[in-house]
């Protein structure tokens, strides 16, 4: 289990998820994926990143069995902050990231996707944030960004899901694919990023950071605020237990 960088082509850096069988991942996960997204970002021959995952799907969000293994709110806080730092690592990179999705993204896999530059993913990818069904608040900051705001509130008051084919229509996605074909079409776009003159995609990134009307970080900490509140109600206990309880997993690939 662990998160691991390569760099397969030139220029081209590759972050991977791999924690079996669903990719939910613990405190130190999170922060051994901003570490891994930051040191590639630093390095002045890396000119692109792709943000992938092994297993049944790209990433189930926090692993809610560690915080519920403990008591008092560490792991919780943990949670909280090494989220936090993942998805800054994302939107902060120095140059481009490109998010290859297959299988369920939830979660916590919605605020890396939200904060990626491109998002291609397997015709099998589905998309949500099941928060109100676990106590907790959080990634609608991302959500927001890959779907029109009203929307964003039914899928997120819901826990409900919307698949990759709905989302290429908003825009969202740049490409849908066999699952075969994700990490070759995740690729394509990135060989045609490292391409470029990397001076001038690293300055392009930070401008259109800089012009982003959604303050993102700013956002995501505001959310987590009501997480933690609704854990000193007891509310956000009660939740992760039943989920537990009901014998939770995460979805399969068809959702």
Not at 31 to 60: I, K, P, S
């Amino acid at each position: 289990m662990a998160i691991t960088a390569t760099e397969p082509e030139p220029g081209i850096a590759v972050v991977t998820i791999d924690y079996p069988p669903v990719n939910a991942l613990p405190v130190q996960g999170w922060f051994d994926l901003a570490d891994e997204v930051r040191a590639a970002g630093r390095d002045a021959d890396v000119r692109v990143v792709v943000l992938r995952a092994e297993n049944r799907g790209f990433c189930a969000g926090v692993d809610i069995k560690e915080i519920e293994k403990f008591s008092g709110y560490d792991h919780l806080i943990g949670a909280n902050k090494g989220c936090a730092a993942a998805f800054s690592a994302v939107y902060e990179c120095e140059v481009p990231v490109v998010a290859a999705v297959h299988g369920f993204c939830l979660g916590g896999g919605i605020g890396l996707v939200g904060n990626a530059d491109v998002v291609v993913a397997s015709d099998d990818a589905t998309f949500g944030v099941p928060e109100v069904d676990r106590g907790a608040l959080g990634a609608a900051t991302h959500l927001a960004r890959l779907v029109p705001q009203h929307l964003m509130r039914t899928l997120y008051y819901t826990a409900r899901q919307i698949d990759a084919a709905t989302l290429q229509h908003f825009g969202s996605i740049y490409d849908v694919v066999p699952r075969d074909d994700l990490v070759e079409a995740a690729f394509r776009v990135a060989r045609e990023i490292a391409a470029k003159d990397t001076r001038v995609i690293r300055a392009a990134k930070e401008a259109l950071n800089g012009i982003d009307p959604q303050q993102v970080h700013r956002s995501y900490r505001f959310e987590q605020g009501f997480t933690f509140e609704l854990n000193l109600s007891g509310a956000a206990d009660e939740a992760r237990r039943a989920s537990l309880d009901n014998n939770f997993r995460a979805p399969t690939e068809k959702g």
